[in-house]
């Protein structure tokens, strides 16, 4: 078998060209770390790989801290770049010992829920750290192992998706399959018929109401089903454990999850982050911004 061959990249290299991608299948790119950072060649490496038509792919180093805000953090910067559906996200726990399993599965959960199931959502670790990983392990593995040969176990995985091999000046990567292989698996993410559209109310724009903290109304349980449709639902979730029966989020009470939610969309959109929801949040909403 003739596995599909790849490299990841950040800004520890120059940007990317066209012409290191000749003869690999897909690659990945560094996105961000941490709640704050984004890597600055993310967006040019990211394109790149787009304009070679490579499969690809965008990690986050997860650091110590809240999971599901560096969750958040990731997807604006994806989304500003240009996620598209069967792009690969990945999260690497291997760095810091503080990072919990709880941490990363937090992580996982936040993105899956975020991107609504249309793209591969991966698990980057080393073996000595994949041991304590268990809960982790409905998301595909990608297995850091610098050798010639892949690790005869990566249990508490049955198996590996992708093998990082070679750390040695270049990160290179291989998939557990064919090309083609490789193709259909992020297929079966990117192709699936997108959710049905949220059902609003009729809005008249000239008299569209302004929510804030504090609403309360069908007003506010629409405008908690444009997070949700645009992939913020996590963020107004209850809390696991939490006795409410709707897990939706979708109560009608604009608290300061729904602020909170509110303001990593508009920041994801390109609107000031007010957590205040207006004509401008609401046109751009349903324009499908």
Not at 121 to 126: G, R
Request: aromatic share 10%; with cysteine.
């Amino acid at each position: 078998m003739t596995s599909a061959q790849g490299i990841d990249v950040s800004s520890y290299q120059a940007v990317i060209t066209s012409a290191q991608l000749d003869g690999l299948d897909f690659a990945f790119a560094k996105a961000t770390n941490g709640a704050d950072v984004t890597d600055p060649h993310f967006a040019a490496n990211w394109a790149v790989i787009k304009t070679a038509g490579k499969m690809r792919g965008a990690y986050h180093e997860l650091t110590p801290g809240d999971a599901r805000a560096q969750a958040a953090h990731f997807l604006a910067a994806v989304r500003a770049a240009g996620l598209e559906p069967g792009d690969m996200l990945a999260v690497s726990v291997s760095d810091y010992a503080e990072v919990s399993d709880g941490d990363a599965l937090a992580w996982l959960d936040a993105v899956a829920a975020g991107t609504g199931g249309r793209n591969p959502i991966i698990c980057y670790t080393d073996l000595s750290v994949a041991a304590r990983l268990s809960i982790c392990t409905g998301y595909p593995l990608w297995i850091a192992w610098p050798e010639k040969t892949a690790p005869a176990s990566v249990a508490p995985w049955g198996d590996w998706h992708l093998w990082q091999w070679n750390m040695t000046n270049l990160d290179q990567d291989a998939f557990n399959g064919t090309p083609a292989e490789m193709a259909a698996w992020i297929a079966g993410y990117a192709k699936p018929a997108p959710a049905p559209p949220v059902q609003y109310e009729e809005i008249d724009m000239v008299k569209v109401p302004v929510l804030r903290l504090g609403s309360a109304g069908q007003a506010t349980r629409n405008w908690q089903g444009v997070l949700v449709a645009h992939g913020f639902g996590y963020m107004i979730a209850p809390d696991p454990g939490s006795s409410v029966e709707d897990k939706s989020g979708v109560d009608g009470q604009f608290g300061p999850k729904t602020e909170a939610a509110s303001k990593a969309w508009q920041s994801a959109a390109g609107l000031p982050a007010t957590g205040v929801i207006g004509k401008a949040e609401w046109e751009a909403a349903l324009a499908g911004g």
